[in-house]
């Protein structure tokens, strides 16, 4: 299988919909099993129950329809069912090795015998990079989700986002204040180009099946704009909503595009 986890659990989701549905939809079938026999030329109806096998005449027409459909239906659940049980131990297998060699840079003492490996090459970046700046403070309970260098990010997709970073030896700051007109803003990373050392920042929204916060993005995106940092010229803003997730594989093309060509 090509597909990595999330791929999968997409997958997984969608067939424990549709058999979600057949369940629900078994409870208004008739009683008994369809049998089709051929009598020379046409077929003849027969209904099997746990009393035995009835002929089932021709003006009988709907009865046969729901319990054909019924079959068609049964045989689609135990497809997905075994389906379904597949993809569950692809998963388990797959949680066993997924993310190993990326838990070393979170381990404290793995973290620091490897961290010259992944540190800006050139020594100003890395100064930068490690020295103190002022972070955001709003809803630090949200900070749960484990990045690189010890630090906690607020989704899973901002640590895909800062495990790519640090991997390709980008130097970034998360969460940064920068100050635009006067107000505070607070770019999910402000990135140094690892040659020029030019400014980038990255926005990640998350929640864009989210009117009210697509409305709050928009109006970031203009005051951004407004201040000379522009979307695909040193802004970096990606999009995500509850059935399209960001994935490994775009963080990782767009990283290629700004800063490794």
């Not at 059935?243 to 990283?255: F, Q, S, W």
């Amino acid at each position: 299988m090509n597909m990595n986890c999330d791929d999968m659990r997409r997958e997984i989701e969608k067939m424990s919909k549709k058999l979600e549905k057949i369940y629900s939809m078994e409870k208004k079938f008739p009683q008994g099993e369809l049998l089709c026999a051929k009598n020379r030329k046409h077929y003849k109806w027969y209904v099997k129950n746990e009393e035995g096998t009835f002929y089932l005449p021709k003006h009988k027409r709907e009865l046969a329809e729901k319990l054909a459909l019924k079959k068609y239906y049964e045989y689609q659940k135990e497809e997905l069912e075994n389906e379904l049980a597949a993809c569950n131990t692809y998963i388990r297998k797959m949680v066993l090795r997924e993310g190993k060699a990326e838990k070393l840079l979170e381990h404290p003492e793995y973290g620091r015998l490897l961290e010259k490996y992944f540190v800006p090459v050139k020594e100003e970046l890395w100064k930068w990079q490690n020295a103190s700046y002022e972070k955001c403070k709003k809803h630090e309970e949200d900070l749960i989700i484990k990045g690189t260098q010890g630090k906690m990010v607020r989704s899973k997709s901002e640590a895909i986002i800062d495990v790519m970073l640090y991997k390709n030896r980008i130097p970034f700051r998360y969460e940064e204040k920068l100050l635009l007109e006067g107000i505070p803003f607070y770019p999910d990373f402000t990135i140094r180009h690892p040659i020029t050392g030019d400014f980038f920042y990255w926005e990640h929204f998350g929640m864009m099946d989210d009117e009210d916060y697509v409305n709050h993005a928009y109006d970031k995106l203009k005051v951004y704009c407004k201040n000379g940092i522009i979307p695909s010229i040193n802004l970096i803003t990606t999009y995500e909503s509850k059935k399209n997730p960001l994935c490994a594989e775009k963080v990782e093309m767009i990283i290629q595009e700004y800063f490794l060509k």
